[in-house]
């Protein structure tokens, strides 16, 4: 009597390799989501980053920007920006006139789903002391 040759696989073989295959396809797709979503996450870093050096730009180049104070604005309905301008380390009883280093701390802020996320960045620039208002 002769034997037959076993030729292929097992179905249990088969179904032991395809249960290997899913679990090690989920663990891939899984990998995928979390990477495309922090990929997200930096694309609106990326896009607030630019947004926010643009505004300081113009802020710290706007010569009719008062000489104190807070002040913000709207870029659309999911982001905007809040600033605050302030003397930085003026000394005491400085005359009208007299050049003093002005801070100008902005903050760009903006809402990604349901997540609420700012971009803070600040300038210096040199500015005469305004004469008092009567």
């Known amino acids: 009597m002769k034997k037959r040759s076993q ?4 179905l249990l073989e088969i179904l032991v390799a395809t249960t290997l295959m899913g679990i090690a396809v989920v663990g891939l797709l899984s990998s995928l989501s979390t990477s495309m979503r922090n990929a997200t996450h930096i694309t609106d870093a990326d896009k607030a980053s ?7 730009e113009e802020l710290v180049a706007d010569p009719t920007l008062p000489f104190q104070g807070n002040f913000e604005g709207t870029f659309d309905n999911a982001s905007g ?3 605050q301008v302030a003397p930085f ?3 005491p ?3 009208p006139g007299a050049m003093i280093l002005q801070r100008i ?8 789903g349901s997540n609420h996320r700012e971009y803070p960045l600040e300038a210096y620039r040199i500015v005469p002391v305004p004469r ?3």
């Open 7 to 10: 030729r292929g696989f097992t």
């Open 50 to 56: 630019q947004i926010a050096r643009n505004k300081l």
């Open 81 to 83: 920006w809040s600033v």
């Open 89 to 91: 380390e003026a000394p």
């Open 93 to 95: 009883r400085v005359a």
């Open 105 to 112: 701390a902005l903050v760009v802020w903006w809402t990604g």
């Open 132 to 134: 008092p208002t009567q």
